[in-house]
């Protein structure tokens, strides 16, 4: 039993129901034995396993997870047994796979704009009772939907507050959020229907300035504030950055500092705290393994790319750690480059410029791991150009986290 499973991008996540039975195999005895010529995503479940249950001891709060930077069944069981045991859900389909997964968990809809059915469903038939919204409209929506169910049960509405254009390497402030005069009118709107009331905002996805939670938060203060009602909840958000080539996160506790010393300024001890970290809990727990199929000067072509699992090495530019991986024929130069990276597709946009740093003579052929994507990898793939499939599996090789020229030679490779 080899423990390698074939998926495409169309199709959804299939339950394991029995464990593999052997022991997980490192990447390079993978890509010796299988020499795939389609990307292949390495698992690393007891990675993701204490990554989650550091975060949990470490944050003065309800910590969920947020599925929909990797729904990957092994990857929600490895952050469950790690403690983590509350869900942030942005649609139905995310619902129902946590449901199956995990009958007790508690499931919180954060998507501030859903589908009538989508509310009725995930209320009436898995138990989900917190709903983020932003607008009035979406208040009402919630209301008339959960009434129309006929099903009792305790309401929790949770506000999205926007916050102005921040540093993150994403930026999240565009789309979702109410102004503060809006939020407060909201949080007076909903508080008569509410048996748990929030107040929630995001600062953008890889935020590596912690003095962002303390300025959200005391924006957050005003709002309440203003609101002049109770308030059960503060959701503080994702964002927690993982570690990337020239993005190298502060540690967990320089943002739990700023987070603790933001919320205690409030004045509000009875606040409860929740956290959507998505990023920072998968990140390391999965690399892809792409082959080289071929070699224009300083350009590889490979065979995954911004259609597949590499979209943020696109056009929002990052960069991930690599490592050529040659099972067999002449060992690898030591003179390292950088070269960029162009996908399978016939689209001259799917391209990743770097530099990913490998050795010269990089060939027709080889394998390269790509570290860092258990966020935002496998999980935004598409079938573009028929390039959709893709193997699964679990190896014991630790986090691939640096570039090959910053490691010394002994730490390249876990045995």
């Not at 303390?214 to 959701?235: E, F, H, K, N, Q």
């Given at each position: 039993?080899?423990g390698?499973?074939s998926?495409?991008?169309?199709s959804?996540p299939?339950r394991?129901?029995?464990?593999?039975?052997?022991r997980r195999?490192?990447?390079?005895?993978?890509v010796?034995?299988?020499?795939?010529?389609?990307?292949?995503?390495?698992?690393?479940?007891a990675?993701?396993?204490?990554?989650?249950r550091?975060f949990v001891?470490?944050f003065?709060?309800?910590?969920?997870?947020?599925v929909?930077c990797?729904?990957?069944?092994?990857?929600?069981?490895a952050?469950?047994?790690g403690g983590?045991?509350h869900?942030?859900?942005a649609?139905?389909a995310e619902?129902?796979l946590?449901?199956q997964?995990?009958?007790a968990a508690?499931i919180?809809f954060?998507?501030p704009?859903k589908a009538?059915?989508?509310?009725?469903?995930a209320?009436?038939?898995f138990g989900?009772?917190n709903?983020v919204l932003d607008?009035?409209?979406?208040?009402?929506k919630i209301?008339?939907?959960?009434a129309?169910?006929g099903v009792?049960?305790?309401l929790g509405l949770?506000?999205?507050?926007a916050?102005?254009k921040g540093?993150?390497?994403?930026?999240?402030?565009g789309?979702?959020g109410?102004?503060?005069?809006?939020?407060?009118?909201l949080?007076?709107?909903?508080?008569?229907?509410a048996?748990?009331?929030?107040l929630?905002f995001h600062?953008?996805?890889q935020c590596?300035?912690p003095l962002?939670?303390?300025s959200?938060i005391?924006l957050s203060g005003?709002?309440i504030?203003?609101?002049?009602?109770?308030l059960?909840?503060?959701?503080?958000g994702?964002g927690?950055?993982?570690r990337?080539?020239?993005?190298?996160a502060p540690p967990?506790g320089?943002?739990v500092a700023?987070?603790?010393?933001?919320?205690?300024?409030l004045?509000?001890?009875?606040?409860?705290l929740w956290a959507e970290?998505?990023?920072?809990?998968?990140a390391?727990g999965a690399?892809v393994?792409?082959?080289v199929q071929?070699r224009?000067?300083d350009?590889l072509?490979?065979?995954?790319?911004?259609y597949?699992?590499?979209?943020?090495?696109?056009?929002p530019?990052?960069r991930y750690?690599?490592?050529?991986?040659?099972?067999d024929g002449?060992a690898?130069s030591?003179?390292?480059?950088?070269?960029?990276l162009?996908?399978?597709?016939c689209?001259s946009a799917?391209?990743?410029c770097?530099?990913?740093v490998?050795?010269?003579?990089?060939?027709?052929?080889?394998?390269?791991e790509?570290g860092?994507?258990?966020a935002y990898g496998a999980c935004?793939r598409t079938?573009?150009?028929?390039?959709?499939r893709a193997?699964m599996?679990?190896v014991?090789?630790?986090p691939?986290?640096?570039?090959?020229?910053?490691?010394?030679?002994?730490n390249?490779?876990?045995?």
């Amino acid at each position: 039993m080899t423990g390698l499973r074939s998926r495409t991008a169309v199709s959804p996540p299939r339950r394991r129901f029995a464990p593999v039975s052997v022991r997980r195999p490192t990447v390079d005895e993978l890509v010796a034995r299988e020499r795939p010529e389609e990307p292949m995503h390495c698992l690393r479940p007891a990675t993701v396993t204490a990554t989650a249950r550091a975060f949990v001891e470490a944050f003065p709060g309800d910590v969920m997870y947020a599925v929909k930077c990797n729904p990957d069944p092994t990857m929600l069981r490895a952050l469950h047994a790690g403690g983590l045991h509350h869900f942030d859900c942005a649609s139905i389909a995310e619902v129902r796979l946590v449901r199956q997964l995990f009958p007790a968990a508690v499931i919180h809809f954060m998507h501030p704009v859903k589908a009538r059915g989508a509310i009725r469903e995930a209320w009436s038939q898995f138990g989900v009772r917190n709903f983020v919204l932003d607008t009035a409209d979406e208040l009402a929506k919630i209301r008339a939907e959960i009434a129309a169910t006929g099903v009792a049960g305790p309401l929790g509405l949770i506000v999205r507050l926007a916050l102005p254009k921040g540093n993150a390497a994403l930026d999240l402030s565009g789309k979702f959020g109410a102004a503060p005069d809006a939020a407060a009118e909201l949080l007076r709107a909903a508080r008569p229907h509410a048996a748990l009331l929030g107040l929630s905002f995001h600062v953008g996805s890889q935020c590596q300035d912690p003095l962002a939670w303390r300025s959200a938060i005391a924006l957050s203060g005003t709002v309440i504030a203003d609101a002049g009602v109770p308030l059960d909840v503060l959701d503080i958000g994702g964002g927690f950055p993982a570690r990337y080539p020239d993005m190298e996160a502060p540690p967990l506790g320089a943002f739990v500092a700023e987070i603790e010393a933001g919320v205690e300024a409030l004045g509000l001890p009875d606040l409860r705290l929740w956290a959507e970290p998505g990023r920072a809990l998968v990140a390391a727990g999965a690399s892809v393994v792409v082959q080289v199929q071929l070699r224009r000067g300083d350009a590889l072509y490979v065979s995954d790319g911004t259609y597949g699992s590499l979209a943020d090495a696109g056009t929002p530019g990052f960069r991930y750690p690599v490592r050529l991986v040659r099972p067999d024929g002449a060992a690898p130069s030591g003179h390292m480059v950088g070269f960029s990276l162009f996908g399978p597709t016939c689209d001259s946009a799917d391209r990743m410029c770097g530099p990913f740093v490998l050795p010269a003579d990089v060939q027709e052929g080889d394998w390269i791991e790509i570290g860092q994507l258990g966020a935002y990898g496998a999980c935004m793939r598409t079938a573009f150009n028929g390039f959709d499939r893709a193997l699964m599996a679990e190896v014991r090789d630790p986090p691939l986290l640096y570039e090959p020229d910053m490691l010394p030679a002994d730490n390249r490779l876990a045995a």
